[in-house]
């Protein structure tokens, strides 16, 4: 049994409804760790999902060939015991996390190496057979699972660390790294990874990389188009393009690792990559706030910028139907009284008094003003991450409700929850609940839509209505998951024509036989 127990702030005199908080909070928190699940072979209803080429049947399959004995035989050559046909193992990778999509792909292959990659690709190429490079099968789009029967290209098997430089904090490794897998082999040598997600025990740095994800701390250490410095990757054609530089500097002509960053294995597969490490902070606080409208929210975040500055990692919120979703589904427990909206804030720091003052500061004047109403602070370590769980599980909680309608956008930050109430009113009791949460330091929000079972006609109230409201404040679309398959469609919203003209061209440039993960991300 784990308890969340609050600490006095220091010279706290307004923080209201402390004792209710301790009383509260002691109840125990139902903490299953979603880091340490395994999403691969997920037993859950996977047999009942129709597949997508039934589901979206405006979508048809492009002139590829199909497997024949003679490919099964040379993929067997080149992989031996590496190659999956057995339907029963092949659900969990023809269907997405979300249970949102199938394909139907026959064939699954685990490469070890960058040339095993290099031979696959060569070979499918010249066959015109298509593939799907997929990593820990966490992606929210659709992009990680064939379409149709696309080959599989696992990079499960594609775990080695190569190299860390501990004075710089580079390190380098296979694409098939597990985040946490990473960031705990950091962790003993006092560095981190400069990312972080909900999903970290499952998915790998390949498929961060290539989905360019942004995560929980993105505010404070910034996107992977900064962190990761070198990256290798393998063409359709089987070629190797090795940019796996390890310097902080080189102007040396285009910086082609950028666009294997965010291009969700559409241009090719990232086979290694090279990324800078922050120290490991010394010193981490996390509190969690209650505030009574996002007015306050904003308030909350605008003051804890200018008064954590530095020490501030993370500032997350949550709404108070994310909270019901969260108890209900998963029956975790709210450690302060009801609010509309939790706002949590972490700091990270070298120096722990330093912090713990800073942040009592912010907190009493947060208090002081009446932006904050309620709140506490964890502890320990298991506190904290009890805290986190609360954000980090939604995503998991929803998935219980039935289908997941996911909208991951971003907005200017004054109009970040409008939409929230808006859409909240044209759906009305069509839906089981609207959820949202998200990076409110990084102004974007998660938008979440359920009902027991996928609906058309509430699909088609929210879509394209909410990317219509998100293009006319010139809000993006896709902020951090990316386009895949299910949002391909709408890059138009964010995108100006030529913009999407040029990426065609690219595409054509990098895979002239469109073999690489087709039917994602840019509409063709
Ligand atoms: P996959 O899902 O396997 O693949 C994702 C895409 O990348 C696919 O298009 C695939 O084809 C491509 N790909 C994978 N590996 C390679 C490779 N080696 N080379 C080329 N292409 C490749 N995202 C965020 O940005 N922020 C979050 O906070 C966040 N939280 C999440 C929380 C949960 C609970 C879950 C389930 C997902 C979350 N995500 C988040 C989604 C996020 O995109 C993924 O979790 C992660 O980045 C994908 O990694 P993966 O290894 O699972 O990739
Ligand atoms: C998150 O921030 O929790 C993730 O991006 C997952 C989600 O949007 O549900
Ligand atoms: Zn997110």
Not at 2 to 31: A, P, W, Y
Not at 263 to 292: D, H, Q, W, Y
Request: charged share 25%; proline share 4%.
């Amino acid at each position: 049994m784990k308890r969340v127990c609050t600490r006095q702030f220091r010279n706290l005199t307004r923080l209201r409804s402390f004792g209710e908080v301790r009383e509260k909070i002691s109840r125990s928190i139902n903490h299953v760790c979603l880091s340490r699940r395994s999403f691969h072979g997920s037993a859950c209803r996977l047999g009942e999902l129709e597949l997508t080429s039934v589901r979206y049947p405006h979508v048809q399959r492009g002139k590829y060939a199909t497997l024949t004995e003679k490919d099964v035989d040379f993929f067997q050559k080149l992989l031996p015991q590496r190659v999956l046909q057995d339907p029963s193992e092949l659900d969990g990778y023809n269907i997405d996390w979300m249970r949102t999509v199938r394909g139907n792909s026959q064939m699954v292959l685990r490469p070890k190496t960058t040339s095993e990659v290099a031979e696959i690709l060569k070979y499918c190429n010249e066959r015109h057979l298509a593939v799907v490079p997929q990593g820990g099968n966490t992606g929210l789009v659709g992009g990680s699972v064939p379409v149709f029967d696309e080959i599989v290209i696992s990079t499960q098997l594609m775990n080695q660390i190569i190299s860390l430089d501990e004075v710089s904090g580079i390190v380098v490794c296979q694409s098939g790294c597990i985040l946490e897998t990473l960031d705990n082999y950091l962790a003993e040598r006092e560095l981190m990874m400069p990312l972080d997600l909900g999903a970290k025990g499952s998915c790998h740095i390949g498929g961060n990389v290539s989905t360019n994800a942004g995560g929980l701390r993105l505010l404070r250490y910034g996107s992977l188009h900064g962190s990761v410095l070198g990256v290798e990757a393998v063409l359709a054609s089987g070629e190797i393009v090795d940019c796996l530089s390890s310097l902080r500097k080189d102007n040396t002509g285009y910086d082609l690792k950028q666009l294997f960053i965010g291009s969700e294995g559409t241009l090719g597969m990232v086979t290694s990559v090279s990324i800078l490490c922050p120290r490991r902070p010394k010193a981490v606080n996390v509190a969690f706030l209650g505030v009574e409208n996002f007015e306050a929210a904003l308030q909350t975040f605008q003051l804890c910028k200018g008064m954590l500055a530095e020490i501030l990692s993370a500032c997350e919120f949550m709404d108070q139907e994310s909270m019901q979703c969260i108890q209900e589904n998963l029956k975790l427990t709210n450690p302060i009284k009801s609010y509309p909206l939790y706002i949590l804030i972490e700091t990270s720091g070298s120096h722990g008094s330093h912090d713990e003052e800073k942040l009592n500061a912010f907190l009493e004047a947060a208090m002081g003003k009446g932006i904050v109403q309620d709140g506490t602070i964890a502890m320990d370590v298991t506190q904290r991450q009890n805290i986190w769980g609360l954000r980090e599980r939604i995503a998991e909680g929803l998935l219980h409700d039935g289908y997941n309608y996911k909208y991951d956008i971003s907005l200017p930050l004054p109009k970040l929850y409008e939409i929230v109430e808006d859409m909240r009113q044209r759906l009305g009791s069509k839906v089981t609940r609207v959820v949202s949460y998200g990076h409110l330091g990084d102004g974007n929000l998660h938008f979440n839509v359920t009902t027991p079972e996928y609906n058309k006609e509430v699909l088609g109230l929210i879509e394209p209505y909410i990317y219509e409201w998100t293009s006319q404040v010139r809000g993006s679309v896709s902020a951090e998951h990316g386009l895949g398959f299910k949002k391909r469609d709408c890059i138009r919203y964010s995108k100006e024509p030529n913009a999407v003209k040029m990426m065609v061209k690219m595409k054509k440039l990098f895979d002239p036989n469109g073999i690489l993960n087709p039917y994602k991300t840019i509409p063709l």
